[in-house]
């Protein structure tokens, strides 16, 4: 299974962009697929997550509200909309997809497919 991730850019605060990731097939028993992104120094930190079956659908506490995740079966894609982005949401972000139990969701040692990450750049 291959994830291959899109959309990232530079965008000026306050501003927006969509993410993409798509999957080369559908992971058997990977019900979840989310974005978690990276900063120099610091751990990969979960965005969001939803199931491929809908529903069960979170964010950080720090997107939430800015941020929308959705997904299209029939493409095998994710997106995520990002609104009113920061400068502080500059990072690398990444998807993935695994079947973490619904506790264990923002975990990333629960996600075992990876996508290559797209850089997101928000200048203040």
């Known amino acids: 299974v291959q994830l291959q991730a899109s959309g990232g850019g530079l965008v000026q605060a306050g501003g927006s962009l969509r993410l993409s990731c798509t999957a080369s097939?559908?992971?058997?028993?990977?019900?979840?697929m989310a974005w978690f992104r990276r900063t120099p120094g610091k751990d990969r930190e979960f965005v969001a997550s939803i199931r491929w079956s809908g529903g069960s659908i979170y964010y950080a506490d720090d997107v939430q509200g800015r941020f929308t995740i959705s997904k299209d079966n029939a493409k095998n894609t994710v997106y995520l909309q990002m609104n009113n982005l920061k400068p502080e949401d500059t990072a690398v972000y990444y998807c993935?997809?695994?079947?973490?139990?619904?506790?264990?969701?923002?975990?990333?040692?629960?996600?075992?497919?990876w996508g290559q990450g797209t850089l997101v750049t928000v200048s203040s």
């Open positions: 993935a997809t695994g079947n973490p139990i619904i506790t264990a969701t923002r975990l990333s040692n629960q996600y075992d497919y």
């Open positions: 097939e559908r992971p058997f028993n990977r019900r979840t």
